[in-house]
């Protein structure tokens, strides 16, 4: 292993490498692609996997695990840290045992380290696993139920851990007032674009671990913009530390006492991607990321809809005013 990835250990009492490899190409990629990608970070070092249901990468992510044993590069699944999240056509009580075995079976695999939420709404199960969701399929979550049927997954030694992905304080603590199990991670947009701050500190006071997706801004994607790549004051750093755009945004992000997620199938950036943790940022450096103006990349207005049966009618009330 060429780089030692540090981790951090969830509420749950599980151990979760900082730094994971995100399966979420758009368009969606062919298996083969997806898992020689897979198969060359593992290489590298990659320990930690993100995967879910709506990305059609579960199968090319367990060819790729068995592959690996296969190959000797890993001694055995227990190696890795596998993620997987449900989509909000199967976010329903009696709907989220079986979509979790389903991952399961695309993984080939007995268990995942994490099972997340994917989004904080249902859907008419007859939508299927498409994004984005027809805006009459929207539907209120019923959070007390589906997270019932989360914690259920974990006592049934289906996940060792859960959580939850793009949920506000407010909906956190909606979880946390039922909830036996608490989510262990919330994994959400950020970047030094959109750094999120009362989020972080809730999930901080709440030993929720913050995951951060989009990190470098997912340019290209319907999910992010080209704005971190615009920022010039993260060029400037990059410049002057000899160090790549992306490795500035990242080690931000990681400094930020957060976890994250990069997305690239090109060998060289995963690489440039784990080379993160043997230097820092100067004060006056972070500084200059803190005064960057703030937009989110993900609006969510793809969950957001005026049909009566909506949850959410605007994006305010998506991220209750988080934005």
């Keep these: 292993m060429e780089n030692v990835i540090p981790a951090v250990t969830l509420s749950s009492g599980c151990v979760m490498p900082v730094l994971g490899m995100g399966t ?17 970070a593992i290489r590298i070092g990659y320990r930690h996997f993100d995967t879910a249901a709506v990305y059609q990468t579960e199968e090319s992510l367990g060819e790729a695990i068995a592959e690996a044993i296969q190959l000797g590069l890993i001694k055995s699944r227990d190696e890795l840290f596998i993620t997987s999240k449900l989509w909000p056509s199967d976010a329903h009580p009696d709907r989220v045992i079986p979509a979790l075995q389903n991952s ?8 995942l380290n994490l099972y997340l939420v994917h989004w904080p709404v ?8 498409v994004f984005p969701l027809p805006k009459d399929a929207l539907l209120a979550m019923d959070y007390k139920s589906v997270w019932a049927a989360m914690e259920e997954c974990q006592k049934l030694g289906l996940t060792k851990s859960i959580g939850v992905c793009n949920f506000s304080c407010k ?7 039922t909830a036996n199990i608490p989510p262990v991670v919330n994994q959400v947009e950020m970047n030094p674009v959109w750094q999120n701050l009362k989020l972080r500190d809730f999930c901080k006071a709440n030993s929720i671990i913050l995951t951060a997706y989009s990190p470098l801004g997912a340019k290209g994607t319907p999910w992010g913009s080209n704005a971190v790549h615009e ?4 060029h400037e750093i990059a410049e002057s530390k000899g160090k790549t755009h992306a490795q ?10 957060v976890s994250l997620l990069v997305k690239s199938f090109n060998e060289q950036r995963m690489k440039e991607n784990t080379l993160i943790f043997q230097w820092e940022l100067t004060e006056d450096e972070l500084e200059k990321i803190s005064k960057i103006p703030q937009k989110r990349g993900l609006p969510g207005d793809i969950f957001v809809s005026e049909l009566e049966a909506a949850p959410f009618k605007t994006v305010e009330e998506l991220w209750d005013g988080e934005v």
């Design 122 to 129: 249902s859907a008419n199960p007859a939508a299927g696993l």
């Design 24 to 40: 979420a190409a758009y368009p969606f990629v062919e298996t083969e692609e997806a898992k020689l990608a897979i198969l060359n």
């Design 171 to 177: 909906k956190l603590q909606t979880i946390l007032d």
């Design 231 to 234: 920022e010039r004051v993260l």
């Design 104 to 111: 399961l079976r695309n993984l080939k695999v007995e268990y």
């Design 248 to 257: 500035v945004c990242l080690r931000w992000v990681y400094e930020q006492g």
